[in-house]
């Protein structure tokens, strides 16, 4: 029968040993009156010099007899020579009492074993530092070999892992000093796996809030808008970045900051600080009303260089007043083959098309609504199932993206009302136009200290009242200007549907590189003629050199159904675009401007006109 040599497992401590026992160790170090035996991670011994039998280097293996453990937890060894193959070896377990990372903060000083899902690994200049999350929370572990080199190289992003130390409290952070780390596989990490999914699928769990307004629209799509809300939280819960891109205007605004409020204290509340962590979020505007290339290009260069920098996982891309439509398809393809998580929330006539790119949908033309019920009124309700607790913050940014938008749906009126003696519609519409001329200036930027005093939710109310006041000024006298260089310049034709169609040279007969840009000028053009044409129906087209810019009342008009026909009718104009039904854009290759113009007017007047 062959003899036993026991192994210590990661853990394992002093209580574990047996006197008597033979064990097999590691040399650690030398003195003048003996040698160090690592037994494992956090044990070891002492061989005395007139207990060594052969000669042995630092780190060779080496076989020891316990002689005493000592009352003091000093532990004295003899050297055993055993040949090679006449013993077995036999892995000491330590039976294991599970901490959970919630609990940590009771445990301070002490040893604690943990079980958890690796979601960050982090190489610093010294230790480095695993984030790992549990059933009950996330927490760093701290393991150290020599400065600047990798631990437990064979722990990878997304293990399931038992983690071995002692709780200690770090710049006001909870943080496991790690004593041994171990990669479980197989059954044992599948449990620990589900346990952690089943509590993550509990803690996203919305809360239970109803709609802040009575909407058939809204109502309907509860259920969709609870499922976006919920792939949120869980990446909050999993440490997993969410980047929020959203259209540079009001209504995109409103969207994505409301959404941006509510993660932002989702984050502190469970024991995030997104400040100081500001990869866990980030908010960025895309020029058009949807995912360009130029736009998912820059997100994976960052993303693809944090994920290798800094070990974090490959974030969740949260798109609002944009995505829905064909136009997002090419950026989309290249999501995929990152296999990154994508949700919308969306006012634009969708293509079902993209629907397979995405794990959420939120559209109200899924449920019989249509774009008269904005990003910004998704985007708030969305906030509240994340957090509801930022709600009085947020209250009147539907409002403000309804009137920005120009909304005539029932929901704005109502919105409107929550915010009676806070805001009136004046000062929404004020709101919404200071939005618009800040972001112009800010192009690619967040300004989101800016953004949040435009919007009043950085308790700076004399601030607020000074920067709308002095934006919508400078903004009004642009459009102004703007406006006089432009009107004497309009052509105008009737269609034989009836309808008014104004033709506006945004290029030729506008300030360029200035505010307002074409699509805003193509707008306030728009509204003068409304005015002016109360009782008609009226059709502009705001016309550069290669792109159209369309508005329309009062005329039955699908813009995306339009602009497919286009394309299959004129294959060498490189015609795209899309949008809403009456409003959107078009855009095709400058040799062919005439010949699209003309068969852009021709499909306008096939659309039927409507009373008004």
């Given at each position: 029968?062959?003899?036993?040599?026991?192994?210590?497992?990661?853990?394992?401590?002093?209580?574990?040993?047996v006197?008597?026992?033979?064990y097999?160790?590691?040399?650690?170090?030398?003195?003048?009156?003996?040698?160090?035996?690592?037994?494992?991670?956090?044990?070891?011994?002492?061989?005395?010099?007139s207990?060594v039998?052969?000669?042995?280097?630092e780190?060779?293996s080496?076989?020891?007899?316990?002689?005493?453990?000592?009352?003091?937890?000093?532990?004295d060894?003899?050297?055993?020579?055993?040949?090679?193959g006449?013993?077995?070896?036999?892995?000491?377990?330590?039976?294991?009492?599970?901490?959970?990372?919630?609990?940590?903060?009771?445990?301070?000083?002490?040893n604690?074993?943990?079980?958890?899902?690796?979601?960050?690994?982090?190489?610093?200049?010294?230790?480095?530092?695993?984030?790992i999350?549990?059933?009950?929370?996330?927490?760093?572990?701290?393991?150290?070999?020599?400065?600047?080199?990798?631990?437990?190289?064979?722990?990878?992003?997304?293990?399931?892992?038992?983690?071995?130390g002692?709780?200690?409290?770090?710049?006001n952070?909870?943080?496991?000093?790690v004593?041994?780390?171990?990669?479980?596989?197989?059954?044992?990490?599948?449990?620990?796996?589900?346990?952690?999914?089943?509590?993550?699928?509990?803690?996203?769990?919305?809360?239970?809030?109803?709609?802040?307004?009575?909407?058939?629209?809204?109502?309907?799509?509860?259920?969709e808008?609870?499922?976006?809300a919920?792939?949120?939280?869980?990446?909050?819960?999993?440490?997993?970045?969410?980047?929020?891109?959203?259209?540079?205007?009001?209504?995109?605004?409103?969207?994505?900051?409301?959404?941006?409020?509510?993660?932002?204290?989702?984050?502190?509340?469970?024991?995030?600080?997104?400040?100081?962590?500001n990869?866990?979020?980030?908010?960025?505007?895309?020029?058009?009303?949807?995912?360009?290339?130029?736009?998912?290009?820059?997100?994976l260069?960052?993303?693809?260089?944090?994920?290798?920098?800094?070990?974090?996982?490959?974030?969740?891309?949260?798109?609002?007043?944009?995505?829905?439509?064909?136009?997002?398809?090419?950026?989309?393809?290249?999501?995929?083959?990152?296999?990154?998580?994508?949700?919308?929330?969306?006012?634009?006539?969708?293509?079902?098309?993209?629907?397979?790119?995405l794990?959420s949908?939120?559209?109200?033309?899924?449920?019989?609504?249509?774009?008269?019920?904005?990003?910004?009124?998704?985007?708030?309700?969305?906030?509240?199932?994340?957090?509801?607790?930022?709600?009085?913050?947020?209250?009147?940014?539907?409002?403000?993206?309804?009137?920005?938008?120009?909304?005539?749906a029932?929901?704005?009126?109502?919105?409107l009302?929550?915010?009676?003696?806070?805001?009136?519609?004046?000062?929404?519409?004020?709101?919404?136009?200071?939005?618009?001329?800040?972001?112009?200036?800010?192009?690619?930027?967040?300004?989101?200290?800016?953004?949040k005093?435009?919007?009043?939710?950085?308790?700076?109310?004399?601030?607020?009242?000074?920067?709308?006041?002095?934006?919508?000024?400078?903004?009004?006298?642009?459009?102004?200007?703007?406006?006089?260089?432009?009107?004497?310049?309009?052509?105008?034709?009737?269609?034989?549907?009836?309808?008014?169609?104004?033709?506006?040279?945004?290029?030729?007969?506008?300030?360029?590189?200035?505010?307002?840009?074409?699509?805003?000028?193509?707008?306030?053009?728009?509204?003068?003629?409304c005015?002016?044409?109360?009782?008609?129906?009226?059709?502009?087209?705001?016309?550069?050199?290669?792109?159209?810019?369309?508005?329309?009342?009062?005329?039955?008009?699908?813009?995306?159904?339009?602009?497919r026909?286009?394309?299959?009718?004129m294959?060498?104009?490189?015609?795209?675009?899309g949008?809403?039904?009456?409003?959107?854009?078009?855009?095709f290759?400058?040799?062919?401007?005439?010949?699209?113009?003309?068969?852009?007017?021709?499909?306008?007047?096939?659309?039927?006109?409507?009373?008004?």
């Amino acid at each position: 029968m062959k003899d036993i040599v026991y192994r210590l497992g990661p853990g394992c401590e002093v209580d574990d040993i047996v006197e008597g026992n033979m064990y097999i160790g590691k040399v650690q170090g030398f003195a003048t009156f003996g040698t160090f035996v690592q037994l494992n991670d956090r044990t070891k011994g002492l061989l005395h010099k007139s207990n060594v039998l052969t000669e042995k280097h630092e780190r060779d293996s080496i076989v020891v007899l316990v002689n005493q453990v000592r009352p003091n937890g000093n532990i004295d060894l003899r050297e055993v020579v055993i040949p090679e193959g006449s013993y077995e070896t036999q892995l000491v377990a330590k039976k294991i009492t599970l901490t959970r990372l919630s609990d940590l903060v009771s445990k301070i000083g002490r040893n604690v074993t943990i079980e958890a899902d690796v979601v960050q690994i982090k190489q610093t200049s010294g230790p480095t530092i695993f984030t790992i999350c549990d059933d009950s929370g996330v927490e760093d572990a701290a393991a150290f070999t020599e400065a600047g080199v990798r631990s437990y190289p064979e722990v990878n992003l997304g293990d399931i892992v038992r983690v071995f130390g002692e709780a200690t409290r770090r710049n006001n952070q909870m943080q496991i000093e790690v004593s041994g780390m171990q990669v479980l596989k197989g059954e044992e990490a599948d449990n620990v796996r589900g346990r952690i999914n089943r509590a993550l699928e509990a803690r996203a769990e919305p809360p239970e809030v109803t709609p802040l307004v009575k909407s058939e629209v809204i109502e309907a799509l509860w259920p969709e808008m609870r499922k976006l809300a919920k792939i949120v939280r869980r990446a909050v819960l999993t440490q997993q970045p969410i980047i929020i891109r959203h259209h540079a205007d009001a209504d995109g605004i409103c969207a994505a900051v409301s959404v941006e409020t509510a993660v932002t204290q989702f984050i502190r509340d469970n024991g995030g600080d997104p400040d100081q962590d500001n990869f866990l979020l980030r908010r960025s505007p895309s020029k058009a009303p949807f995912y360009e290339i130029e736009d998912v290009t820059r997100d994976l260069d960052m993303m693809l260089k944090d994920n290798v920098r800094f070990g974090q996982k490959l974030p969740l891309i949260l798109l609002m007043d944009n995505g829905s439509t064909e136009e997002d398809m090419p950026s989309y393809k290249m999501t995929e083959v990152y296999g990154l998580d994508v949700i919308v929330a969306d006012h634009h006539h969708p293509d079902d098309t993209i629907d397979k790119y995405l794990l959420s949908h939120v559209n109200p033309y899924h449920v019989g609504g249509d774009f008269g019920v904005t990003a910004g009124m998704l985007g708030t309700e969305i906030a509240r199932l994340i957090n509801p607790a930022v709600e009085s913050r947020i209250l009147h940014f539907p409002a403000v993206a309804g009137v920005a938008d120009r909304s005539e749906a029932p929901e704005l009126d109502s919105y409107l009302a929550l915010i009676e003696g806070q805001y009136t519609r004046d000062e929404c519409k004020d709101m919404a136009l200071s939005l618009d001329y800040e972001q112009y200036w800010l192009r690619f930027n967040d300004g989101r200290e800016i953004v949040k005093d435009i919007l009043n939710i950085n308790n700076a109310p004399e601030r607020h009242a000074k920067l709308v006041n002095l934006l919508v000024t400078e903004a009004n006298a642009a459009i102004e200007d703007q406006m006089n260089t432009m009107m004497p310049h309009i052509h105008d034709q009737k269609l034989t549907s009836g309808a008014n169609l104004f033709l506006a040279d945004v290029e030729m007969f506008a300030h360029r590189f200035t505010f307002p840009p074409p699509g805003k000028s193509s707008g306030e053009v728009h509204d003068i003629l409304c005015k002016k044409y109360v009782d008609e129906p009226v059709v502009t087209l705001g016309l550069g050199p290669d792109f159209a810019v369309i508005r329309s009342r009062g005329v039955r008009m699908n813009i995306p159904q339009m602009v497919r026909s286009m394309r299959d009718e004129m294959p060498g104009a490189g015609i795209s675009g899309g949008g809403h039904l009456v409003v959107g854009s078009i855009k095709f290759v400058e040799g062919m401007r005439a010949q699209v113009i003309e068969k852009m007017i021709e499909k306008i007047s096939e659309f039927p006109v409507t009373s008004l």
